[in-house]
Structures are given as structure tokens and as C-alpha cells.
């Protein structure tokens, strides 16, 4: 897949990088020009530039890019004026970073596609995010395994995960599954729970809208969810 990210503080440089890593085409954009210098080695492309020239940025291959994330988080209005240029230029997926609860209300009204929340979330995360389909949630063990929350994907729904081969197939482990449920509180509100449905066995039957939670090497969680 290819990248642009625009803002390579801690959050941005992290996420180009480990995206590199995973054999992605990347191109970092920052208007700093040590922070562009210290990862041209690192990551696929480096561009030394101001986000918010809107000339500047329909230069780039904004047609060949599948996601750009916008990952300012210094300066609260470089960051909705980057986001708006691109959204306005017509990217396939936007993701902009938020600081605050009312900076997160200016970039929905823009019209974002998601949100990042780097004090809450890590670049590990949003990397299986990106590089993994239907990818919920993900908890790296290390450089090499993973557990990964990920939908189920449709032509499982209605099978149990024996019926899948889930071991034989794609050597990863099913260890449970989680329900979205509504519950109603006492003022007669209603909300959205997950559920968690205890350790899975063969014969647990995946329905929709489940999430099925597995944990197994990076390589074949990426085989299994690109698939």
C-alpha cells in the first residue's frame, strides 16, 4: 500500500517507519528540515515541505496514495488547515490526529475519515490498523507475534472455527470471541457492550457482527486478513 503521512514528530515518524518496515510505500512530509534529514534512511520518501500550500500539495501522487494521515499535533491549526487542503483535494482515506475533544468535532465536521489519538493509541496499533483488513484492535507481543481483534470476515459468518481450519490452515489460534449487545440502564437508555464469551473451542459457531480475537505471527495474521 502507499502512505503519506504529514508530520514526523514522535507519532509520525514511528508509524512511517514501522509502515516502511512492513513493505509499504511511505512518503514522510514535514517542514523541518532535520526531522526530514534524520529518517530519509528510514523510511521510502522524505519531502521537505509546507502541508498547508495547497499548490505545493496537489503536486503530489495524491491519485496513486491509498491513505494519508495527518499526524501535526503541535499546532492544532496547521493541523485542521493540512487536514482541509487535503480532504479538499479529494484523497481516498483521510486520518487526522486530534488533541482534544473539540479538535476532534472540527475534523469529523471536515469530514475525516478517522481519527488518531496518539496519547491513547500507539503507531504499533494504527500499523496493523492500516496493513490489516477488518482489523479492530491489535496487542504486539513482540516484533514477531500478535493478538489482533478483527471482524469476521463474511464468507465465515455461520461456521465454527473447526469448519474454518483456522489451525490447520492459517496456523493461528482462536482464543475467544466478542458480542456486541445492547444493554438498557434503569433510565430506560440504551448502550453497546462488548461481551467477551470465554476461551473458544472448534465448535464455536461465528455469527455477525462478532468479533473473532487470534494471536499468531505477524506474517500470518497479514496473510489471513489480506486474504
Known sequence: MKFIIVGLGNFGASLAEKLTSQGNEVIGIDNNMYKVDSLKEKISHTICMDAMD????????????????????????????????????????????????????????????????????????????????NVVDSFELNDDFSIIEISVPTQFIGKTIREIQLRAKYNLLALTTIKKTEVKSNVGKSRNEDLVQGVASPDTILEKNDILVIYGSNKDLRKFTNQ
Not at 495524491?62 to 487536514?83: C, H
Not at 479538535?103 to 478517522?114: N, Q, S, T, Y
Open 54 to 133: 495547497e499548490l505545493t500539495v496537489a503536486g503530489l501522487p495524491l491519485n496513486d496514495t491509498d491513505v494519508v494521515i495527518i499526524a501535526i499535533g503541535e499546532e492544532q491549526g496547521a493541523n485542521v488547515m493540512t487536514t482541509a487542503i487535503f480532504k479538499n483535494l479529494k484523497v481516498k482515506r483521510l486520518i487526522s490526529r486530534a488533541i482534544n475533544p473539540l479538535h476532534e468535532k472540527v475534523l469529523f465536521a471536515i469530514g475525516v475519515d478517522e481519527i488518531v489519538h496518539p496519547e491513547e493509541e500507539t503507531a504499533e496499533r494504527w500499523a496493523k490498523k492500516l496493513c490489516l483488513n
